[in-house]
């Protein structure tokens, strides 16, 4: 029972931001660790023919509220980015890339390229803050800026899309324990009970 | 600020339910009253463009399990209805009427009906069945079976399903407090929060 579990999330999601600021220590709390999967919800929508959360009428506008209540109800600095939904591709695939080197700088950049997005006013959607992202927090930028160009990265990404929708995903965030499925930032608190119980 | 909370619901939506056991005790432990307004997803959905929850692909499949988790987190009886989603406009007229007459028994039935599919095994989009569930209650059968076929109910069914639609009900559950809208029974806690501090 100590698999790591498995977080599945989008760069532009806002409950997946919620979610990432929150899941390692929940998982810490019971003696577990938990992989982290960039998706492209672009992607999977495109697979389920879902609509982007904030683009249905009235379920839209009540979203971009019920973001930031959600943020201050958990505790977590947030500002509704100018631009939004954006597309993530090059922090997904920059994620993969740092993983490739070194997992914790991989996370740290996670966090970095989250808050900057949700917190920061930064547009993560650039390729150029992306690349200043990871450069800040110590890694080549040029070494990365040539991965991005290059196809492995980007069959990298398309594997984890197919891989994702192959277990079910179909929103963001994901959290599966022990092959049990939570989908929202609100589960968290089902997460822990799971965690603690080993089901319920 | 004694107003009551106003909460909207599909007597066939499985959130809708959980919501339902949970929210007079929620609000009364803040002094606060709820005014119960059963409503048509299919008719809000007509409008909005929105599909029902079991019906999206992957989306389905999952939301068919966390019914069930959900209501055993919550500590709810739950036993997942064979015929799924159904059409309610009986029981929510049945609803409309009872409260014109007597405002605790309406309360009653409500509980009643939700119970009766969502732990009972039974289908109330009979109007037999939600007619037996109302007698048992002690209200007048023949009466209610008189104004179920009459125009005054219909009427006052969509008028509700409009008015819910103008102030942004997009989905079941829905609460307001204070003007301040909650969707989901997995808003809750956000809720408790809310009437607890006047907002956060």
């Not at 943020?71 to 939904?85: D, H, K, S």
Request: some cysteine.
């Amino acid at each position: 029972m100590s698999e790591p579990l498995d977080f599945y999330f989008d760069f532009s999601s806002p409950y997946g931001y919620l979610a990432s600021e929150k899941i390692d220590a929940l998982a810490g709390k019971y003696g577990r660790k938990v992989r982290w999967h960039p998706v492209l919800l672009g992607v999977i929508f495109k697979a389920t023919g879902a609509t982007p959360l904030t683009q249905a009428p009235l379920k839209g506008e009540y979203s971009l509220h019920d973001f930031s209540r959600s943020a201050r109800f958990m505790g977590i600095p947030y500002a509704q980015p100018a631009n939004f939904p954006i597309a993530t591709q090059h922090a997904a695939r920059s994620y993969y890339w740092l993983h490739g080197q070194d997992c914790a700088l991989a996370r740290r950049f996670a966090h970095t390229a989250y808050r900057a997005y949700f917190a920061g006013g930064r547009d993560i959607s650039s390729p150029d803050v992306v690349l200043d992202l990871a450069a800040s927090l110590g890694a080549d930028r040029a070494a990365l800026a040539g991965a991005l160009a290059g196809q492995a990265l980007k069959d990298k990404l398309r594997e984890a899309c197919e891989n994702a929708l192959k277990i079910g995903v179909f929103g963001s965030p994901y959290v599966v324990v022990d092959g049990e499925p939570f989908c929202g930032a609100d589960r968290l608190p089902q997460i822990g009970r799971w965690l603690e119980s080993g089901g319920f």
